[in-house]
Structure formats: C-alpha cells, structure tokens
C-alpha cells in the first residue's frame, strides 16, 4: 500500500485528464475562496491599517536590511516553528497537521500531474510522501479534535460537539482519512474502493 500510487492505479477507470481538471478545479476555488474571505472579513484592509499605523509610530526608520531579517525571523519561528502557540501540544499537533498537509498536497500534486498512469512508473518515495503525509494529518488532526481544543481541555464539552469554526479541521481530516482508506481498499483491489474515493 505504501508503494503504490493510487492515482495510477485509478488511471485504470478515470481519465489522468479528468484527475489533472479536477485538482485544477479545487485549486482555484480554494484560492477564490480565501480571496473571497479576505474581502468579506476585511482582513486585507485590517493588516494594511495596522502596518500604515505602526510605521507611522515607529521611533527610527527601519532599512530594507533589517526588514528583511525581521521577515525570515518572523517565518522561520511563526510560521515553519509554529511559536505563536504557547502549548507545546497544541505547537506539535499543528506542525504534524501542516507539515502532512504540505507533503500530502505535494505529492497528489506531483503523482496526478507526472505520474498517473500505469505506463509512467512512480518514484518510491511519492506514494510514501503522500501516506506518511495523510498520516500525520490524521495524528496532529485528531490529536487536536479529540484532546487539545480549548471548549473540549478546558470547558469539558463533548469532542463531537460542532461548530462552524470546527468546519477546517473536520474537512482537513475526513478527507486524508477517506483518502487512506481509499488507497487500501485499493491496493488490496476491493470493489469498496470506487465508494470510499
């Protein structure tokens, strides 16, 4: 299972062309979709405000130099470190979440793209990435869900209790678990495998 690349072996009962329109697809309404939620939540107009208006209090005028640091020192610990989390937990459960995301996404994109057929034989290490990939989704995201959000830790709701905001995380982690089962009722060539993609 972890050397198989479910997409070629899919090939078999879907165009690779209908695959590669359908991945396009979903890549432009997620993009039209954070656009639009930029627009409607003004989030744009807030960052920009923040920034006229921090730079207008600023004491000394700061060069494109230390801009520059300043910038790859606020990626490399907010964002690849996830520092803005004070939780080391809630830290680790998001860094296997976005690191899975990120191979998980990587790979489907180069596996439908380069190599969904039978004839173009797949590099060993794709399909892994991308089940190690789901994997860690499915760990950091129901690590998060079931034991770290706050109303569940700290307010002792029910995990099964949802609300819109859950929305994300439920979506992120029923289709990396969908998308594994999928591949083993596949790799072990169950007539399950059509209903669970």
């Known amino acids: 299972m972890f050397s198989d690349n479910p997409f070629a072996a899919l090939s078999a009962t879907i165009s690779p062309d209908i695959m590669q329109i359908f991945v396009a697809i ?34 000394q005028p700061v060069g494109g130099g230390k801009m520059a640091a300043l910038a790859v020192r606020t990626a490399a610990v907010e964002v690849l470190a996830a520092g803005e989390f004070c939780s080391t937990q809630r830290r680790i459960a998001h860094l296997l979440t976005m690191y899975g995301f990120l191979a998980y996404v990587t790979a489907t994109l180069i596996m439908v793209f380069w ?12 399909p892994q990435i991308w089940h ?55 790799s072990a060539e169950s007539s399950w495998a059509n209903f669970f993609l």
């Open 132 to 186: 190690i990939g789901a994997l860690l989704v499915c760990v950091g995201g129901y690590w998060f869900w079931f034991f770290i959000r706050v109303d569940v830790s700290a307010e002792g709701h029910s995990p099964f209790r949802v609300v819109r905001a859950d929305l994300f995380v439920l979506s992120l982690v029923a289709s990396t678990t969908l998308a594994l089962i999928w591949s083993w009722l596949q």
């Open 26 to 59: 979903m890549i432009a309404l997620v993009l039209s979709g954070t656009l639009f939620d930029i627009v409607h939540k003004k989030s744009a107009r807030y960052f920009f405000n923040n920034w006229r208006e921090t730079k207008r209090e600023g004491t």
């Open 115 to 126: 190599y969904s057929t039978l004839d173009a034989p797949t590099p060993d290490i794709l």
